[in-house]
Every structure is written in C-alpha cells, then in structure tokens.
C-alpha cells in the first residue's frame, strides 16, 4: 500500500480489505489510519459460510448484549473504525444494522474478539 501511496496521483480516502473476526490485518488498519485512509471491510460477517458467526467470544458478547452474532462482529469492526458495508433484502437484518449503534463492546469483548485469527492476508 505504500508504493501505492508514494505514486498516486490523486489522494487515497478508502481502502477495501477482507476484515472481519477472523481475517484482519492490524499493521494495514494502522497503516490505513496513519495515513488518513479509512479502511473498510469486504466480508465483514465471513462471508457466505459464517463461521466467525460462530465463535465463542463472538456468542458470549451477543448473549451479554442481548444481540445478534452478526450485530456484533459489524460492532467490532466499527468500533476499531473499520467502515462496513452491507446488504440485505430481509427486513429484520435491516433493523438489525440499524441497532448497531445501540450497545457498545467492552475492552475485554473486543480483545476477545480481536484475538480470533484465521490464516494470514497475503497483500499483493
């Protein structure tokens, strides 16, 4: 992303990365946020087999909250400033996006969270 950055000519404002639980890659967030670049997240809920849905800590923070696993992992990413994006045509998932920013996680429940790690993102 830097040989990006040093050749551009037009400013960076976004970069869209796999983020979620289970594929993050802290040094690009710092680097994203270092350089004023906000970073977003592709597959925010771990696409289409859901398996960080799954996840323990992420169970334990729903039931805590009284909210879904995927209110949670969407939380999680926003609140270490990580812009999701998504969609549904089913209207519960909808308001359910929407409550998002009705509970918040607890410093222990985003380390917790932060610690679920899948294979290393290879950035080419």
Do not use: Y
């Not at 967030?29 to 800590?57: T, Y």
């Not at 334990?60 to 045509?89: D, M, P």
């Amino acid at each position: 992303m830097q040989d990006t950055l040093e050749v551009a000519t037009q400013p960076i404002d976004l970069h869209q990365v796999a983020w979620n639980p289970s594929v993050h890659d802290e040094a690009m967030l710092d680097f994203c946020k270092k350089n004023g670049i906000q970073l977003q997240a592709w597959s925010p809920l771990g696409g289409s087999k859901g398996s960080v849905l799954r996840e323990p800590a992420i169970a334990k923070a729903a039931k805590a909250h009284g909210v879904s696993a995927a209110q949670v992992t969407l939380r999680w990413s926003l609140q270490r400033g990580v812009a999701v994006v998504v969609g549904t045509a089913n209207g519960d998932h909808t308001k359910g996006d929407i409550e998002l920013f009705g509970f918040e996680l607890s410093d222990d429940e985003m380390k917790e969270i932060s610690a679920i790690q899948g294979p290393t993102v290879v950035h080419i």
